[in-house]
């Protein structure tokens, strides 16, 4: 596999579910994030990873709780989300110093 | 403030014509400046960047964008539009004293025309 890749890409969960999140970079960078994107809204940074030390905590509720165990892997937990979190979840990585993000295709979730 | 304003939400042009979408941004120190498109249900695909040099900036698909200081501008031109090239549009900046964090407009969506 080449580039950033996301699993599932497609996730439906009950509000009591707890689910996670997978994204992996074939890219060799150190840096991950994760973003939100809702319909009609900017996309919205969550979580920053720069060589396996979160960076950033953009005002995130406690309910996604983001892992980096690499410079490779990221999760990102989910327990008990409200409806207004449906909504695609993007990863991204990057070599710091370049700048440049590379994205996954996402993984859409829909919570019920 | 750091900020990217898109200011046309929705654009529609006919195949075979040019395209020009706009960006502007607000940034305090020298900015990195990027274009990414997503179509439906993917993620965002880089298609250009500018970092220094050469104001114009070729990328893939036959997208081009220039950036313009005195304007805080970095629009995105393409000559002749392809049915394919409908999609959404997104301008971000970004820069060294950003620790790695993109700032994202609001997006363009390209309908195109047959």
């Known amino acids: 596999e080449t580039g950033v890749t996301q699993t599932p890409r497609h996730l439906v969960m009950g509000m009591t579910n707890k689910k996670s999140l997978k994204c992996e970079q074939h890219?060799?960078?150190?840096?991950m994030y994760w973003y939100k994107q809702s319909a009609k809204k900017p996309l919205e940074l969550m979580f920053v990873?720069?060589?396996?030390?979160?960076?950033e905590n953009n005002s995130v509720p406690s309910r996604f709780s983001p892992e980096c165990p690499n410079s490779s892997h990221l999760f990102l937990h989910l327990h008990t989300l409200q409806p207004e979190d449906s909504a695609l979840y993007l990863c991204?990585?990057?070599?710091?110093?370049?700048?440049?993000?590379?994205f996954g295709p996402g993984t859409r979730l829909l919570v019920l | 403030a750091q900020s990217v304003t898109q200011p046309d939400i929705h654009i529609t042009v006919s195949e075979g014509a040019s395209l020009e979408l706009r960006c502007n941004y607000s940034?305090?120190?020298?900015?990195?400046l990027f274009w990414y498109v997503q179509s439906p249900g993917q993620g965002l695909q880089l298609l250009l960047k500018?970092?220094?040099?050469?104001?114009l900036v070729q990328g893939i698909k036959g997208f081009e964008a220039e950036f313009k200081r005195s304007q805080s501008s970095f629009n995105l031109r393409k000559p002749s539009v392809h049915w394919s090239d409908a999609a959404e549009y997104f301008c971000?900046?970004?820069?060294?004293?950003?620790?790695?964090?993109?700032?994202f407009g609001q997006g363009t969506t390209l309908q195109v025309k047959p």
């Open positions: 991204a990585s990057s070599q710091r110093g370049q700048e440049t993000q590379y």
């Open positions: 890219l060799g960078h150190n840096a």
């Open positions: 990873y720069n060589f396996k030390e979160q960076t």
């Open positions: 940034y305090g120190a020298t900015p990195y």
């Open positions: 500018y970092f220094s040099g050469d104001t």
């Open positions: 971000a900046v970004g820069g060294s004293s950003n620790t790695g964090k993109l700032i």
